[in-house]
Nanobody, 125 residues
Framework: QVQLVESGGGLVQAGGSLRLSCAAS????????MGWFRQAPGKEREFVAA????????YYADSVKDRFTISRDNAKNTVYLQMNSLKPEDTAVYYC??????????????????WGQGTQVTVSS
């Protein structure tokens, strides 16, 4: 059974940092791009960041560029999202996802075939 399990969410003050982890099990995703999405209450799910299968290419939403860093460790089948300078508007449930093999449409949620259950990030002002 394929599973993606996020961890590291929580409550933090504005300006603080959190590091999310996404551990995959059931199969390896070392040849798949991986991404993070988020969904705030009353809003649609939105793209946050993605990393290519090798880790050499990363992509970010404009709203998080220069504050968030995505990385991966294929030996551990794990993806990370380092979030710095957090803002109240970053409050959301954050989801990890594995992209379909070969896709380059990293910002589109329908290009991802496996999803985690989400982890809550709350940033207080």
């Amino acid at each position: 059974q394929v599973q993606l399990v996020e961890s590291g969410g929580g409550l933090v003050q504005a300006g603080g940092s959190l590091r999310l982890s996404c551990a995959a099990s059931g199969r390896t995703f070392s040849r798949n791009a991986m991404g993070w999405f988020r969904q705030a209450p009353g809003k649609e799910r939105e793209f946050v960041a993605a990393v290519s299968w090798s880790g050499s290419n990363t992509y970010y939403a404009d709203s998080v560029k220069d504050r968030f860093t995505i990385s991966r460790d294929n030996a551990k089948n794990t993806v990370y999202l380092q979030m710095n300078s957090l803002k109240p508007e970053d409050t959301a449930v954050y989801y990890c996802a594995a992209a379909r093999f070969g896709t380059y449409h990293y910002t589109i949620s329908s290009e991802y075939e496996y999803w985690g259950q989400g982890t809550q990030v709350t940033v207080s002002s």
